[in-house]
């Protein structure tokens, strides 16, 4: 079966800075990897998503997300954060049976 | 309204109530989802629903009834819960045939 680490529980970053959120999946061959965002009190948001091709992908809200099989990772990263971006990032994969694994999630701070 | 919407969107019951959870979908998906999103750990998948037929119950307890009369509704029966049910309850929808699942903004469930 396949499984979801992200290895940060918590992160705080400055606004301005750049940001990147770890995430190493354990499957046998390429899943389909996503990144998802929990603002507090709402729903999960596709942030963006892998499935094959081009390794770098971008997504909404100017995140973006690198596929490296070589590392079984799928990190995630953002330029420049805003306050808007405090939030919970989840990172979760999909092995081709249509069912998500989800990571334990990443909160992220942002001070002013 | 547009996307995965949940009704209601808290609910408060005692050990004793029945309460019913409503998922409703707007995406002409066929494919449904509840998880169960509790502190500090990993969403769990609990029940998934193919074009209205049950295909994953993920060793959930019975007090959680799920009911998918139409691949647009999705419902989660409540009865004779615990304290420890208190969570957020998510629905998510796609296409059967797809990986992408979209969701809803939960339901925050708190059991007395």
């Known amino acids: 079966a396949q499984s979801v680490t992200q290895p940060d529980i918590h992160i705080t970053v400055s606004e301005g800075a750049s940001l990147e959120l770890r995430c190493n999946y354990s499957?046998?061959?390429?899943?389909?990897l996503f990144w998802y965002v929990q603002s507090p009190g709402q729903g999960l948001q596709l942030l963006l998503k892998?499935?094959?091709?081009?390794?770098l992908v971008q997504g909404i809200k100017g995140f973006e997300a690198e596929f490296k099989r070589s590392q079984s990772s799928f990190n995630l990263r953002k330029p420049s954060v805003h306050w808007s971006d405090a939030a919970e990032y989840f990172c979760a994969v999909a092995a081709g049976d249509y069912k998500l694994s989800f990571g334990a999630g990443t909160t992220v701070t942002v001070r002013a | 309204e547009t996307g995965v919407t949940q009704t209601p969107r808290h609910l408060v019951m005692g050990m004793t109530n029945k309460k019913s959870l409503k998922c409703e979908q707007h995406l002409g998906h066929n494919a449904m989802y509840w998880y169960k999103q509790s502190a500090k750990k990993p969403l769990e998948l609990m029940f998934v629903?193919?074009?209205?037929?049950?295909?994953e119950n993920n060793s959930v307890p019975s007090r959680f009834s799920p009911e998918c009369p139409n691949s647009s509704h999705l419902f989660l029966h409540l009865h004779t819960l615990q304290p420890e049910d208190s969570a957020l309850y998510l629905c998510?929808?796609?296409?059967?045939?797809?990986?992408?699942?979209?969701f809803g903004p939960g339901t925050r469930l708190l059991v007395l």
């Open positions: 499957y046998g061959a390429t899943p389909y």
């Open positions: 892998y499935f094959s091709g081009d390794t």
């Open positions: 629903y193919n074009f209205k037929e049950q295909t």
């Open positions: 998510a929808s796609s296409q059967a045939s797809e990986e992408t699942q979209y």
